[in-house]
């Protein structure tokens, strides 16, 4: 692994990277607003540990990777590590702390809506974690598909190669993402939840 040089100047110059800096400070600023006010809620550790759990929320039961976007486009940035991969290892931690959380501290879920609204889901094995398996499969197809993105800027060179391969592919990508997203708002609808609350 080679850890490369980020140049500022590149990546404001090219619109997907100069997007995705964007994206990635507006939702580090969200989160760290949102661990800032609930420390002063519940204290720093209930604080720190339901704004962690949000954030699992996000990353297991949401269809597209904003919140694992949080490691993946650092990583992708400073080591060249595919987003893919590092989003393995998103998903490896958020399952993890919520394995914990729920031996531990499974009173903390009640501390918020989407927290509590989590705990419902990975308390009723079924139907509530096909929500998460869903969102795996449309989590980790965003991610590939940004890794693309990114690849085709790196490999201006390459662009004519892939050029039609590339449009069936984002093509079907795309229908598969609308499925998925479907799918997702009719489970939502089925637990008695608004899916334009959980967006």
Known sequence: MTLH??????????????ESLIKFLLLLVVL?????????????????????????????????????????????????????YCEMLVWGI????????LIFAAEDYQKSFLTSLLYKILTTPWPDWSIIGLCGIGTFLSVRFGDEMFDVLAHKDRALLHKHGFKYQLLALLAFI???????????ESLGIDPNLVQ
């Not at 140049?7 to 110059?13: A, D, F, G, S, V």
């Open 178 to 188: 609308m499925l998925i997203i479907w799918a997702y708002y009719h489970l939502i």
């Open 32 to 84: 760290v607003g949102y661990f800032l006010y609930l420390s002063h809620e519940y204290g720093l550790a209930t604080g720190g540990l339901v704004a962690a759990l949000t954030w699992s929320f996000f990353v297991l039961c949401t269809p597209v990777a904003d919140a694992g976007f949080l490691l993946d486009f650092p990583v992708r940035l400073i080591s060249g590590i595919k987003m893919f």
């Open 94 to 101: 958020a399952i993890s702390l919520n394995i914990a959380a």
């Open 5 to 18: 040089k980020i140049n500022l100047h590149h990546i404001l110059k090219h619109p997907l990277k100069r």
